[in-house]
Structure formats: structure tokens, C-alpha cells
């Protein structure tokens, strides 16, 4: 059961007495669920399990809750994958947590690692494609302010270096990359707070 929590970090906080004393995750993923769930970061899940990476997930939070539960986990978080696929922007939680995710980037408390999942980065930094049409669909029930903060986002984190599955790649050699990426980044970060 304890390994189950240190892969998981606590998901069911509300479940289990020994979550409250997991350690805070080290990734914050953020996707648009129905579009990868059940494939593409149910595979990351478990290889970052494997790894024994603390990652936050959504699927287990309580539904109801407001996005400063899922905020708090993004600023518990040492790195963020945001994970954009063709749907990502018919979500408006997805891209508020993507905002926070900046927020928390420009403080120099996280890092952010874009991931592409059969999307061009430049149709994400330019809301054009079919992620545009989805963008542009969802900002029309938006208000403005929200859409510039939107937009700022996306231009922000798609200028990252990041990671692109194309449509010819396998998907268990490129999850691979990202957990390799991760143990680099954390252990960059182990490496400067030892030696401060």
C-alpha cells in the first residue's frame, strides 16, 4: 500500500490517513481527460510509478471541489507536464491550470515540460489548426481578460523546448524520454540544493 501512495502521492487524500504524510508530488500533470486518460498518461502513470516519481493526477480528486485544490498541487509541484493534444482546449480547467502552472514558472517555483501528443507546437503557440477552432469555440463563452491569460499560457510554455509524438513514433519510447527528462530535471534540482 505505501508504494501504491508514493506512485500515486496520495490521490485519494480523503481515502487514506497515511496520504496526509506522503511527500508533496514531484509532477503535476495536466491534460485534457477524456482525450488521453485511458491511453497515453495511464501508460505515464505507470512508468512514473515505476520510477518511483510522486506525481498528482486529477482522476482521483473530489468532484465539486474548486480549481485551488488542483492550484495547491500545482504549487507542491517541482515540474509540470503540460501534455496539449488536439482537444486540450475545449477545456477551460485545463488551460486555468496551465495559467497557474506560469504564474508559478515566472516565481521560479516550477518547471514546465510541454509535451505535444499529435499537435504541431506552432498550431498551440498560435491557437491556429484544430486546436485553434477548439480555442476559439471555448473563448467565445470566455471573457477577455480570461482569454489573454489564456493565450499568454500558451505562447509562454510552447516556446519551452518540449517533446513532440508524432504520428510514426512509438508511444512507450517517448514516455520513456519523458521520464528520463523528469529524473534529469529532479535530479539537477537535488544536485543545487545539496551544494548551496
Known sequence: ?????LGTLGACPSLSPTAISSPPPQVFINFRGE??????????????KRRHINFF???????????????????????????????????????DELVKMMECVEMKRLRVIPIFIKVEPRDVREQKGDFGTRFWKLARSSRGVQIMKWKHALCSVTNKMGLTLGEKRYENDFIEEIVVEIERMLNAKWKKVLYI
Open 1 to 5: 500500500m505505501q508504494g501504491f501512495l
Open 35 to 48: 482525450d488521453l486518460r485511458y491511453g497515453f498518461v495511464s501508460h505515464l502513470e505507470e512508468a512514473l
Open 57 to 95: 493526477i486529477d482522476k482521483h480528486e473530489e468532484r465539486g471541489k474548486d480549481l485551488e485544490t488542483l492550484f495547491k498541487r500545482i504549487e507542491e509541484s517541482s515540474i509540470a507536464l503540460a501534455i496539449f493534444s488536439r482537444r486540450y482546449a475545449e477545456s477551460g480547467w485545463c488551460l
